[in-house]
């Protein structure tokens, strides 16, 4: 079976919810939109404290190229353009409170009959862009500006990921089993944008029943590939060696190697703005651990606060102590309860106290199980010696920035060594002598 | 056998002879001086004096006579030692010292969540900003401690940083090293510092921390020399030590008990001989603590005097001495 070279296999712990349909979450009385919900320059607020809006109206503009605004997930009155904490950085961070009105109207125009394809490619771009879409997986980069790749890179493959490797999640999985048209209506748009005549939708071997599923709805233009039980599949590196046997170089994104992949979730944003102007205002998570009462996959607005989420799952069992806004691997801890989903909350997990390990790390046994297990090819022991000391400058030569922070390497290490956090520490340190050289110029 | 002993022995004596008249002909020889100089430096390799490493600094003084004292870890001893070895007199910047500015100790300051990873604010900072509940406060986990090149500076069990002032050579690596911009680097003489950089509102201050500034301008009301700055807007509060005069009048009054004080500030008396009677010293003691009768010696209020030393900079005969010095 395709696959790549490195990794590891972590129980998969997707029972507890991918036989669970997605429900769709009530509306709750406040609802919290945080304007940086994208990787790239913040979004500038369009409303004011007072302002009555609806379902769908713009809240924010971007600013700049790669960008993304945000869309109101319900009507009601905006409070106020308020400091919330941010779930990926923890800072605190401008968003906008709605307080709902319970009607849910839609702004005028809403939904509309659209045909994708009978549009431009370039329309539909625009389309992209003004509905706020970004990439769901997780990374939150602006879709648009994926979809808009440099004349000197043309892209020749392009992959639907369906793989959602991370333990506990089944979001992807759940939504290709009920929702398969949405997904693939939305590759198709993509494909249409760029001009591809075939497409590569790739599963991870177990998924079984969307492999069935999505088998029996594909058009001849799209593949579906299964690809071996293995995290970090889903990364994109990783995924386009597996299924294209393309490399990506060192640096590189995978434009450089005329690839192109979408999150399956993504795929179902695209269409949902390209064939009906509907907004990225809510997606699909999975709630899920040891930790929540009524583990679940729910269809849940951009905003809605983490509290809420909790207590329509159930509410969390007594011995709960962690709550992540992603999967065990690479999802954010969450300090707050006052945290509220965002565009890249592809879960929420809520573990207990037989979950965590609290215990310290030791020192590096240079057991190289890390070296086994890197996916991208790097040597993380000697990374994390270099990262306890805060070498940045002789990392780089053992290609620190390389490192995809996927945590192979400290899910396999016997001194449970924070490893990925000791990359991150001399990424920070570099990139901030490299701003600090810019300055001095 | 004796075959191969010779080879090699030959071999070696050839090679040996090469390298004999290289190390005479090619040999580099440093200006005595520098060799001299660097013996002096105390070789810690800090970098701030902006040089690659305390050899690259003696080369600078020895080679380019504009090159200042820039090393902050030598006493006056030894930068007259230098001077005398450079023949020129070299310019002295003044002893500069290291400050740790938060005094929210674990029993004072809260945390939002338990930190588990590495050992190094640094690191620290970027799980969500920090685990402290003040995102101005120290961390705690001795990244200045791990940089600073002469063991100057030290994490307590309270978890804050202690500066050893007599080994501290002002050097700033832990300035740049503290993600917080907690340490600041003052006069060594300087003699009160305000322990707080958070430029958080009272409100916010209540609910992270028992001791931090809460912005209420008391100090700022009783400083004399103006030498306080609490904006209300984003930046820390902050103590000009070029303006303070060490009256430690901002401790009394602080609330929170967040300005400290160095040292007491010692206080003044007038030499009866030499003290002429023109009165400055009256009209420039912002306490009142000097009167007397013009022409006749004036006498100091020790209760009043607070020590701050105007009177002593403007007197014209001298006649003004801090007490303890003879």
């Known amino acids: ?441 | 056998m004796l075959y191969a002993v010779f080879v090699i022995g030959g071999v070696g004596f050839v090679a040996a002879l090469v390298l004999g008249v290289a190390a005479v002909t090619f040999a580099v020889r440093p200006d005595p001086r520098e060799v001299e100089i660097l013996d002096l430096l105390p070789g810690a390799n800090c970098g701030a004096c902006g040089y690659a490493g305390c050899a690259a600094f003696a080369h600078a003084l020895v080679e380019d006579p504009d090159t200042p004292m820039a090393c902050t870890a030598v006493d006056a001893d030894t930068v007259q030692r230098i001077s005398l070895l450079l023949g020129r007199e070299i310019e002295v910047a003044g002893p500069m010292v290291a400050s740790v500015r938060c005094m929210g100790s674990r029993d004072r300051a809260g945390f939002r969540f338990s930190y588990l990873g590495p050992r190094d604010c640094r690191a620290a900072q970027l799980v969500a900003g920090g685990a402290k509940a003040c995102v101005y406060g120290c961390l705690g986990l001795g990244t200045c401690e791990e940089v600073c090149p002469f063991d100057a500076i030290h994490v307590g069990v309270d978890g804050l940083p202690r500066v050893v002032v007599d080994r501290c050579t002002g050097c700033g690596t832990c300035v740049d090293a503290c993600p917080r911009g907690i340490i600041r680097l003052v006069p060594r003489d300087s003699v009160v510092e305000i322990r707080c950089v958070s430029s958080d509102s009272p409100r916010v201050m209540k609910g992270t921390c028992d001791v931090g500034c809460i912005k209420c301008m008391l100090c700022v009301g009783v400083c004399p020399f103006d030498a306080i700055d609490v904006s209300s807007d984003g930046m820390p509060p902050v103590i000009d030590q070029g303006r303070c005069h060490g009256c430690s009048l901002c401790v009394d009054v602080c609330p929170r008990g967040v300005i400290d004080l160095y040292m007491v500030p010692r206080k003044v008396s007038i030499v009866e001989d030499r003290c002429i009677g023109c009165s400055i010293c009256e009209q420039v003691c912002p306490f009142d603590a000097i009167s007397g009768e013009p022409r006749r010696p004036y006498v100091v209020d020790l209760d009043r005097c607070r020590g701050c030393g105007l009177c002593v900079e403007k007197c014209p005969k001298d006649a003004i001495v801090r007490v303890g010095d003879a």
């Open chain 1, 1 to 441: 079976m395709l696959s790549f070279r490195g990794g590891i296999h972590p129980p998969g712990m997707k029972d507890l919810v991918n036989g669970r349909a997605i429900e769709s979450m009530p509306l709750v009385p406040l609802y919290r939109v945080l304007l940086q919900q994208h990787i790239g320059a913040p979004a500038r607020p369009v409303v004011k404290a007072g302002d009555v809006v609806r379902k769908g109206q713009v809240l924010s503009e971007p600013q700049g190229f790669v960008s993304a605004s945000v869309h109101a997930p319900t009507s009601g009155k905006v409070r106020g353009v308020e400091e919330c904490i941010h779930p990926v950085t923890g800072l605190a961070s401008p968003c906008v409170v709605i307080e709902a009105d319970g009607e849910d109207t839609w702004v005028e125009g809403l939904p509309s009959e659209l045909d994708p394809f009978s549009m431009e490619g370039s329309e539909l771009v625009s389309m992209v862009r003004s509905s706020g879409i970004v990439g769901m997986g997780g990374a939150t980069f602006p879709t648009h500006v994926k979809l808009s790749p440099p004349k000197d890179k043309p892209i020749d493959a392009f992959i639907i990921n369906g793989v959602e490797c991370e333990p506990y999640l089944a979001a992807d999985h759940r939504l290709m089993l009920e929702e398969p048209l949405r997904v693939i209506s939305g590759a198709r748009v993509v494909m249409r944008i760029l001009g591809l005549s075939d497409a590569v939708m790739a599963i991870e071997a177990n998924k079984p029943d969307a492999v069935d599923v999505m088998r029996r709805e594909v058009p001849g233009s799209i593949r579906v590939e299964v690809l071996g039980v293995k995290y970090p599949q889903g990364a994109e590196k990783q995924l386009i060696k597996a299924v294209l046997g393309r490399e990506v170089p060192s640096g590189g994104l995978p434009m450089d190697v005329g690839a192109l992949v979408h999150n399956a979730g993504t795929c179902a944003a695209i269409w949902d703005a390209c064939s009906s102007g509907i907004p990225l205002i809510e997606r699909v998570t999975s709630v899920t651990g040891s930790g929540i009462r009524e583990p679940k996959n729910i269809r849940v607005r951009i905003g809605t606060p983490l509290r809420d989420v909790i207590e329509f799952c159930g509410g969390v069992e007594e011995d709960a102590v962690k709550v992540i806004f992603g999967g065990p691997m690479m999802g954010i801890a969450q300090y707050s309860m006052d945290v509220s989903v965002t565009k890249g909350t592809s879960g929420v997990l809520v573990l207990g106290s037989r979950d965590v390990d609290r215990s310290s790390y030791t020192s590096c046994i240079s057991c190289g199980r890390c070296v086994d297990a890197c996916p991208m090819g790097l040597l993380p022991n000697v990374l994390s010696k270099l990262g306890e000391r805060s070498m940045w400058e002789e990392a780089l030569s053992f290609n620190l920035m390389d490192c995809i922070e996927c945590g192979s390497c400290a899910y396999v290490c016997p001194a449970r060594r924070p490893i990925v956090h000791f990359i991150k520490h001399m990424k920070a340190l570099s990139r901030e002598a490299s701003a600090k050289k810019r300055q001095a110029v």
